[in-house]
């Protein structure tokens, strides 16, 4: 039981490159969040699932795209790159709504030049 | 809208006291109060939590309040060590919703 992983830790790209920040858990859990942390700041919630083939935009979705084809990925798509997403990405689940704790994952670090 | 208020935003306290953090909120359907520790480039990781039908929970050293009435909850750690410095984050979320209101964070510091 592995709970919440992201890939890659880290990565730096380029203005205007775009990337796929991965996120698995193999709880069964149904609600899938990700979560941007900007440095000393609080966590925005950028999209949120609530089952396979379900998404929703958060605080701050611009930029950001996700998909959710099965219970355990939730993938998130930064297209277009700028300075801006430059941040710690957070993936988290929760059983069934968010009346119960979250389990994170252990982030991915981004910076975009 | 829904607001979560937390204070201090800073503690600094001297290894072996108490510290206290506070957390206001606004929708009085909220019912479920979890608190997160996140230490310096990790991830948050939740340390309690908290339901509306209970008035107080203790785990080892650290315990959280919650007063309805007031709409406040508090976290409790006492005999800190230096391994509790971290940030700290509540939230208030309720039955049936997608996900938490998030306080802004307290950095607790504890001095050796």
């Known amino acids: 039981n592995a709970g919440v992983t992201q890939t890659p830790k880290f990565r730096i790209l380029k203005i205007g490159q775009s990337m796929t920040l991965q996120c698995a858990q193999d709880m069964n859990h149904n609600y899938m969040y990700w979560y941007r942390q900007d440095p000393g700041m609080g966590l925005k919630l950028i999209y949120y699932s609530v089952g396979a083939g379900i998404t929703d935009k958060g605080e701050v979705p611009n930029g950001y795209n996700v998909s959710r084809s099965t219970t355990e990925d939730f993938p998130l798509r930064l297209e277009l790159a700028a300075p801006s997403q430059t941040s710690v990405y957070f993936c988290?689940?929760?059983?069934?709504?968010?009346?119960?704790?979250?389990?994170f994952g252990s982030g991915t670090r981004l910076t975009v030049v | 809208g829904e607001n979560v208020e937390q204070h201090p935003s800073t503690l600094s306290v001297q290894e072996g006291d108490s510290a206290v953090i506070k957390c206001t909120y606004s929708d009085s359907a909220s019912n479920y109060f979890p608190w997160y520790k996140q230490e310096l480039g990790k991830r948050p990781q939740l340390i309690i939590d908290?339901?509306?039908?209970?008035g107080e929970k203790k785990d080892q050293r650290i315990a959280v309040t919650l007063n309805k009435t007031a709409k406040h909850f508090s976290l409790h750690i006492t005999e800190t060590q230096p391994e509790d410095s971290a940030v700290y984050f509540c939230a208030a979320s309720y039955s049936g919703t997608y996900k938490y209101i998030f306080g802004t964070g307290t950095r607790l510091k504890v001095l050796a």
């Open positions: 908290i339901r509306s039908n209970v």
């Open positions: 988290a689940s929760t059983p069934r709504d968010s009346n119960y704790g979250y389990t």
